[in-house]
């Protein structure tokens, strides 16, 4: 007895996009560096909150465009 739902296409996609946004967000940094007073540390996490809802809108209005 299988106990996991199928996944289309399109959601394992943005799904695999997303983890690997998060793991190149979280890949240790060990620059010093500071861009107008924040740490690139900040700045990769600014972008992954940024970043994870365009890809994830943009995978679910392609997935509505394939029906």
Known sequence: MNNWFSMKKTDFICFVALVILCVISFLPIRSTSLIYGIALFGWVQGLLMFAAPLVTLFF??????SK
């Open 60 to 65: 679910v209005l392609k997935s509505k465009d």
